[in-house]
């Protein structure tokens, strides 16, 4: 079976400088997939302290962060909270933020969107799960529609530009998380399905989403999903 950990051992060292790079959070995908993906999918090594429901409700930690939530990312010295600011960051330094300033404007444009759709996604499930799920899905086309415009328009099949940016990962890793919520979300979607099917392909993305690491780890912290 494929050891992730040992894989991304093996390529951060034969091939670039391994990054200290130090993520605290739960044992959930919750907003940190799109980071794991874009880390893996550019040969960067993460340590992962995994905070228990246990820990987290001893209230010392809570304390300690700065909006009193995590995730938290370490690089070297740098201490963020905020997943989206981690994806920036990330984005800035791996070459996914855009060739130029309108370039990054856009990626911050489609990624803000990206954000509305999760912070939807993450009321249903946290909050109305049971009496909002129907409603939800039956919605949900109006959210993915946008998605999928820009895409049928993109030349080269990511959201802008002709690389792909943080916003893919971020985008990627949602509709996953709606595939598994509304099984039918991509059917009538044929641009976004092809979409996810490619960063699935994606050999990096692919070794990660077949790792058990990350593979065991609940989607939601509630057991929703
Ligand atoms: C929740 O919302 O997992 N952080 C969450 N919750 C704990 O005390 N804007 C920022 C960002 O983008 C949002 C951060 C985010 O980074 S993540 C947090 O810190 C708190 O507020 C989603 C998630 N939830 C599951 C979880 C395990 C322990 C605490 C939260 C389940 C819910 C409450 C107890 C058990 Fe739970």
């Not at 990206?114 to 249903?124: A, F, G, Q, T």
Request: proline content about 4%; glycine content about 6%.
């Amino acid at each position: 079976m494929l050891n992730c950990s040992r894989m991304q051992k093996k390529t951060g060292q034969s091939s670039k400088q391994m990054a200290p790079y130090t993520l605290t959070y739960f044992p959930v995908k919750g907003r940190c997939g799109a980071l794991k993906m874009m880390l893996a999918d550019n040969e960067q090594q993460l340590k992962e302290n995994m905070v228990s429901i246990e820990e987290w409700m001893k209230g010392d930690m809570k304390g300690s962060c700065l909006f009193g939530q995590l995730p938290k990312f370490e690089d070297g010295d740098l201490v963020l909270y905020q997943s989206n600011a981690m994806l920036r960051h990330l984005g800035r330094k791996h070459g996914a933020y855009g060739k130029n300033d309108c370039e990054a404007s856009l990626i911050d444009m489609m990624n803000d969107a990206v954000e509305d759709l999760r912070l939807k996604y993450i009321k249903l499930i946290y909050q109305e799960y049971e009496t909002g799920k129907e409603a939800y899905c039956k919605d949900l086309p109006n959210h993915l529609k946008p998605f999928e415009s820009v895409l049928s328009k993109s030349k080269s099949g990511f959201l802008v530009g002709d690389q792909i940016s943080f916003a893919d990962y971020n985008l990627f890793d949602l509709l996953l998380n709606h595939k598994v919520l509304c099984s039918a979300s991509l059917d009538s979607f044929p641009t976004l399905k092809s979409y996810v099917d490619k960063i699935a392909a994606r050999p990096k993305i692919k070794a990660l989403l077949e790792c058990e690491n990350f593979k065991k780890l609940p989607i939601n912290g509630n057991g929703k999903q």
